[in-house]
């Protein structure tokens, strides 16, 4: 049971990426979101970590749980809220980047012009 829900997060994940901007992986260490390579060693684990921290409720410890059965990799609650934290600025970017993309950010603009 749980190869096959390991297998299913892997193959979201790989879903993802493809609407990912490009360089979001270079991204992750230019912004900081990447700094240490102990447990986290690539841009597409820490993505993961983020996934099932947003998914998971927003718990440090579960978010520690489910990285070791998803991933099989082992990171405490206080790593995982660090990692977390320096993530910010790289997923901004990577969710500006993606709306640029596909116009959404001059419709933005454009809808807070018009409530002026």
């Known amino acids: 049971m749980r190869t096959l829900k390991k297998y299913a997060i892997i ?4 879903e993802i990426f493809n ?3 490009d360089n ?5 260490k230019e912004l900081g979101a990447l700094q240490r390579s102990r447990n986290i060693k690539t841009a597409e684990e820490l993505l993961a970590l983020n996934a099932l921290y947003i998914t998971g409720g927003g718990s440090f410890q579960m ?6 059965l998803a ?4 990171v405490n609650k206080n790593a995982v809220y660090k990692r977390i934290k320096a ?5 901004r970017w990577m969710a500006e980047e993606m709306c640029a993309a596909h ?14």
């Open 103 to 116: 116009g959404a950010d001059n419709q933005r603009r454009g809808r807070k012009a018009n409530k002026a």
């Open 63 to 68: 978010t520690s749980a489910m990285m070791k």
């Open 11 to 14: 193959k979201t994940m790989k």
């Open 87 to 91: 993530s910010g600025e790289w997923l």
């Open 19 to 21: 609407y990912l901007p």
């Open 71 to 74: 991933k099989g990799i082992e």
């Open 24 to 28: 979001w992986e270079k991204k992750a």
